[in-house]
Structures are given as C-alpha cells and as structure tokens.
C-alpha cells in the first residue's frame, strides 16, 4: 500500500476512500447537511433500503436471466431514488418516487403472473440461489415499508406514493422470486 492513499492503475493514479469519522460518534449526514442520530428513523429507513439492494445485488449477481437481471438493476435504481429523496427530507425535486415508477412495478408484476402460478399459500424460500436472495430483498423493502410507515406517523413522511412504491416492490419481488424458481 502506498503511503499517499492513493494507487497505480496501469500509471494512471486513482484516488482510494478515505474516512472522515464524522460518524463516530453515532451521527450522520443528510442530504440537506442536517447532523441525525444514525438511530433516528430517517437513517433507518434509508440504511434498510441500501440493505434491500445489497440482497438484490447477490440476486442480480447470481442469475442467468436477462429478465432479472434487468428488473433488479431498474429495482436498485429506484431504491437509491428513494434513499436520496428521505436523506433529502423530500426538498429535493430530483429524488422523488412518482406513479409512473409504481405503474411499472404493477404492469411487470402482470406480465410475470402471466407466467408463472403464485400460491395462495406460505412458502418456504430457497428453491434456488436467485429466489432465496430475491425472498431475502422482499422481506427487507418490507421492513423498509414498515420503517417508512413509522416516518409517517412521526410526521416525517408526508409522500404518499413512497409507501405505494416499497409495497409494489415487495409484491414484485415475490412474484420475481417465484419467476426465478421456474426460469433461473
């Protein structure tokens, strides 16, 4: 490792991350530059959504379906959307859900039923690698819909189509999960 953070790539010097510890003492930054508690429920809705896309990550990573692979790049997109509109507390314009966003969500939950059976009972995740990471995801937005719904409660989300959004998504990726176990 070199001394001044920084390392060669093929001559050509790229910068490497460095630390800042301003989160030491349990704080974070939003967008606007507010200092919150890492424990506050903005930080906590928008860490869960980066979980949510981390899993959709090992989904993506794993398939051999184009299908998928495309639905969870446009998914994770619109995660970071999402995280950068309540790191933003909504005073953003440019980070905003919208209804064309949930639109798409129904019209690719359509298209995939028309493709694969969804039981009208509980499941047991794991019919393959792809499937069991996309359950995983499901179960993250889900908690990231509960977070968001508490925001709410608390007044700190007043953005109705932000709670349309994550429980779309949560639908899609169970159906996709199931798509997966039958086209993956």
């Known amino acids: 490792m070199q001394d001044d953070c920084s390392r060669s790539n093929g001559g050509e010097k790229v910068s490497v991350f460095k630390f800042s510890k301003k989160g030491d003492g349990g704080e974070t930054s939003l967008l606007t530059g507010e200092r919150v508690s890492k424990a506050s429920l903005r930080p906590e809705t928008y860490g869960t ?73 509980f499941i047991l995740p794991g019919d393959n690698p792809v499937s069991a990471a996309l359950d995983l995801a499901r179960t993250i937005v889900r908690r990231a819909e509960r977070r968001a719904a508490a925001m709410r409660d608390a007044g700190l989300l007043d953005h109705a189509e932000v709670h349309a959004y994550l429980n779309r998504a949560a639908d899609l990726l169970f159906t996709l999960a199931r798509y997966a176990a039958k086209n993956d």
Request: a negative charge.
């Open 49 to 121: 959504l980066d979980e949510a896309s981390s899993a959709l990550g090992l989904a993506k990573a794993a398939t051999h379906n184009e299908t998928i692979r495309q639905m969870i790049t446009t998914i994770q997109q619109d995660l970071m959307i999402l995280g950068a509109e309540l790191a933003s507390e909504g005073s953003n314009p440019g980070y905003s859900v919208d209804a064309d966003l949930i639109t798409r969500l129904e019209e690719w939950i359509e298209r995939l039923q028309e493709e694969v059976a969804i039981p009208r009972s």
